[in-house]
């Protein structure tokens, strides 16, 4: 079975910097794509930084571009997110996502957040509160 399990969440000051980490086992398999997403209180979950594991390619939301960074490490089947000039509003759950075995990923950041909305695996979330 697939797992997903985040790590590196915690509590940072405005302008602090954390790096969240999303480590799969289970399986041997490269997911094509890989995501991370965030959910505040109260909001819907947004699409944060998404990542072709083949090749690299990364895309970001708007709110988070020049800020955060997405990557992987050689095996990739572990995916990071460095976050830096952290805010108030970045203030959320932060989940990664993987496709499946035998899906393969397609589209810019939109594209993908909904399709791993839609059929990714998930991690259970690591909680990230920035504080003024």
């Known amino acids: 079975q697939v797992q997903l399990v985040e790590s590196g969440g915690g509590s940072v000051q405005a302008g602090g910097s954390l790096r969240l980490s999303c480590a799969a086992s289970?399986?041997?398999?490269?997911?094509?794509?890989m995501a991370w997403f965030r959910q505040a209180p109260g909001k819907d979950r947004e699409g944060v930084a998404s990542?072709?594991?083949?090749?690299?390619?990364?895309m970001y939301a708007e709110s988070v571009k020049g800020r955060f960074t997405i990557s992987q490490a050689n095996a990739k089947n572990t995916m990071y997110l460095q976050m830096t000039s952290l805010k108030i509003e970045d203030t959320a759950m932060y989940y990664c996502?993987?496709?499946?075995?035998?899906?393969?990923?397609?589209?810019?950041?939109?594209?993908?957040?909904?399709?791993?909305?839609?059929?990714?695996?998930w991690g259970q979330g690591t909680q990230v509160t920035v504080s003024s």
């Open positions: 990542i072709y594991t083949n090749g690299g390619r990364t």
């Open positions: 289970g399986y041997t398999y490269s997911s094509y794509c």
């Open positions: 996502a993987a496709a499946p075995p035998g899906y393969t990923c397609t589209g810019d950041h939109d594209v993908l957040s909904r399709f791993l909305t839609r059929v990714g695996i």
